[in-house]
């Protein structure tokens, strides 16, 4: 594995996402206190309602474009505007569906009808964010995440000042557009000064990718739903102050999670390129496994202890009850990565096919655990829930369908500590590939 150039791509991505991290938990933390559980909690309702149809805005070519590029580097320029044109539609019809639903799910509420309809708009904007992916697939991460991180920066200050001048929430729904905007004209720019490849738009090449992304639309909303149902479903059954606290968690549960998806998304091309030689394929893959899975237990144990204190010093006394419930979510993270490090072993295979099925059985259960367990568990029954469910979508079915035990072994394989041992070796470059 060309670990040193997957570290060393990595490597910008975390450090950009840890200044933004630290940015975002700032602004996070000030926006929680000043707007309450509550309007904490109508804020996240709206992302996950826009997170429900955003597998669909994307037609799964986040999950597509970068295998499309490595395996077809002449044609970049159609493959880019080809996913870009088809995204920015369907972003149009995603926002019209997503308002629909929140104008008749809560019929009369105004505030969050309005809330929703200003979050919505980011995902035009995040159609454009598709561009990300040629860099990732040329190892030059550093560029998408300078961008970003400068965007970001921007936005910090701007969300300072509506804190200061005592904004209302439909201020703060509004940021998130105007960020996803500014990420984007920074992205296209980037595009166009390193890449110079013209963007084009082929209905044949449409045509073409969409028969390897479709599987993903499914499969993906299938991963929003057990990560957005317990918030959506914990506003209608118990309320925004819920939704607020439990959001809480969650934030703090996934804080990380940029390492996580820096190191899946660096993996993945060196990957997907080594296909064809099995035992290093195999081992990539281990690696991979091995890096994600002892990291996240790592952070898990870390955050069971310190749960206390990374609550009252981030979001404050107000969000005690946030608490007990870090103390368990976090622990979904492990098998929720373990997923990410799943979906470029079937990429390489070409078993797109199998993911809605998967996916499809993960979320129904992770409905039906939800209806169960919040009813008795309140709070802590949608945690529990997003632990079943994760464990059951991404170990179990794993074993439940014939094609993936192979990455099931090559998951336990990397438990291995002599993985581990090596890993280390590598970056400290005292072996060299």
């Avoid at 992770?366 to 079943?388: C, E, T, Y």
């Amino acid at each position: 594995m060309k670990l040193n150039r997957v570290v060393k791509n990595a490597s910008w991505i975390i450090v950009c996402k840890v200044i933004q991290s630290v940015l975002a938990f700032v602004i996070s933390t000030l926006s929680a206190r000043y707007l309450g559980a509550s309007g904490y909690g109508e804020l996240n309702y709206a992302a996950s309602v826009v997170s429900f149809v955003a597998p669909i805005m994307y037609l799964g070519f986040n999950s597509t474009l970068v295998r499309e590029l490595v395996k077809d580097p002449d044609h970049q320029g159609e493959i880019m505007g080809t996913a870009i044109g088809s995204s920015v539609i369907s972003a149009i019809l995603c926002m019209i569906g997503a308002n629909a639903f929140v104008y008749i799910a809560n019929k009369g509420d105004t505030k969050t009808i309005i809330v929703c309809a200003l979050y919505s708009t980011l995902l035009l904007f995040q159609a454009i964010d598709l561009i990300k992916y040629w860099f990732q697939s040329k190892l030059l991460s550093k560029y998408t995440s300078v961008a970003a991180l400068g965007a970001y920066m921007v936005m910090a200050g701007y969300k300072i000042l509506l804190l200061v001048t005592k904004k209302s929430v439909y201020w703060f729904a509004a940021a998130s557009s105007i960020e996803s905007l500014i990420i984007a004209i920074a992205l296209i720019i980037s595009y166009f000064a390193i890449g110079r490849s013209r963007l084009s738009f082929s209905f044949k090449r449409a045509g073409s990718m969409l028969k390897r992304s479709g599987f993903f639309i499914i499969s993906n909303m299938m991963i929003t739903i057990f990560a957005h149902t317990d918030r959506i479903m914990l506003k209608h059954m118990i309320g925004e102050e819920a939704t607020g606290i439990y959001s809480a968690a969650v934030t703090l549960a996934v804080i990380t999670s940029f390492v996580f998806t820096a190191i899946i998304d660096s993996a993945s091309p060196v990957i997907l390129e080594s296909t064809e030689d099995i035992p290093r394929f195999e081992k990539n893959m281990t690696r991979t496994y091995c890096i994600v899975i002892y990291l996240s237990l790592l952070q898990s144990v870390a955050m069971t202890l310190l749960a206390k204190p990374m609550v009252l010093l981030t979001f404050g006394a107000g969000f005690t009850d946030s608490i007990r419930v870090l103390r368990l979510v976090v622990w979904y993270t492990t098998f929720s990565y373990c997923g990410g490090v799943r979906s470029v072993w079937i990429l390489a295979k070409n078993y797109q096919k199998y993911i809605w099925r998967i996916n499809l059985a993960g979320a129904l259960m992770n409905v039906a655990l939800n209806f169960a367990l919040i009813p008795f568990m309140g709070i802590m029954g949608a945690a529990l829930a997003s632990i079943l469910s994760q464990f059951f979508t991404n170990v179990i079915m794993g074993y439940i369908i014939r094609p993936f035990r192979p990455c099931n072994a090559l998951m336990v394989k990397s438990l291995a500590p002599g993985n581990l041992v090596d890993i280390i070796r590598i970056i400290r470059g005292k072996v060299t590939r």
